[in-house]
DNA sequence: TATTTACACTAGCGCTTGCTTGGTTACTCT
DNA sequence: AGAGTAACCAAGCAAGCGCTAGTGTAAATA
């Protein structure tokens, strides 16, 4: 029974976890339906996890983390101009959403059945995640190139880039990063 | 047991059911919490509904034919400019999500729990409402009024205004109609 | 060689779940 | 008065739930 442990073999056992937690949701996922798609006996499953809330937060934790990381690098490579940084953002989001699909999957829908205390720590990581993103729209609303209420921009762009994961499959013609242009160019009078 | 009753118990059960659906989840709202928040014992409920499927698809059921009847009689109060039909229909959205704010939770966070049957027959309530969302959208490309792709269009302001039940506290300051005003002219540049 | 650790197993406990059954009450209609 | 019906209740069943206890075994560590 491992606290904190980032073994590979728990990394392998998180991602299938949120393939199950996607397909069936949170709730109709039972440690016997988890333990078979692993491969093992349902009691096995509480030697790497002390609980199946701690499935849940191993899920939700791995996606965000990797948000994080992905939008930090984006914007530390791209260049300076608000319209680029906002453009990069955009894309940087959908790119996680859908690799890591699953994973983000579960933490936009069942963020709601974590324990108050891991959902207290989760949130300190969504909060960072979502500073990056408010940073980006102040400087957009401060070169003029979008209009509005910080808050409320960035409420409806995050919900319809979040919202993506209901109807877009990435697999058809449209990339994700033609999505993310498109969003930002439906909100930006200046790029006509 | 009454198969398609629309009795005012049923309905008023049906209102409560929504209540408890948006705080516990489906999965997690067992019949028996369902019966007491009635006000009744567990097994009288299936007097009144042949399964607890059944109540979740009333409960989508309801709060669909709202949403429908309150857009369709706004769009046919309102006058024929494109820019005035597409304010209208944001502030319809939002009016019908807040003031039946429940029951729209539940069908937007619970629908994948509905079994095919169900599921298949509300499907069609909502596409006829998703209908006049397009055509709405498609009367504002022609004046030109938004620029884009209809399809991405109506995807990314439906995703923006469904969020917006995540965040958005409608006992604040800001009304509904606001919030609706806010995010058109968000997408609009003629509008700056 | 002796000990620990990691990982898996079997078996099942205690509880909750959705739902059924068989019967009762209260009201309406003829 | 009698029949019909809608609404309810007490009791409980079969199945499934998360999780625990105790054991076996192979590899790593001392």
Known sequence: MNVMNASPRRKELTRLAAQLFVQEGFDRTTVRMLAQEMGI??????????????????VIEEGT????????????????????????????????????????????????????VASAHLSHLRDAY?????????DALAAGLIHGDRFLVSRFVLGA???????????????????????????MPTSV
């Open 41 to 58: 006996k349902s009691g096995s499953l509480f030697h790497h996890f002390k609980d199946k809330q701690e499935i849940l937060a191993a």
């Open 65 to 116: 983390q990797n948000a994080l990381m992905i939008a930090r690098k984006a914007l530390n490579e791209c260049a300076a101009e608000p319209e680029v940084r906002l453009r990069t953002m955009a894309r940087a989001h959908l790119e996680t959403l859908f690799t890591d699909r699953n994973a983000h999957v579960v933490a936009l829908f069942e963020w709601r059945r974590l324990d108050p």
């Open 130 to 138: 979502e500073a990056l993103w408010v940073a980006v729209i102040d």
């Open 161 to 187: 880039l979040n919202w993506t994961v209901r109807w877009y499959d990435p697999s058809g013609p449209r990339s994700p990063d033609d999505l993310a242009d498109e969003l930002v160019a439906m909100i």
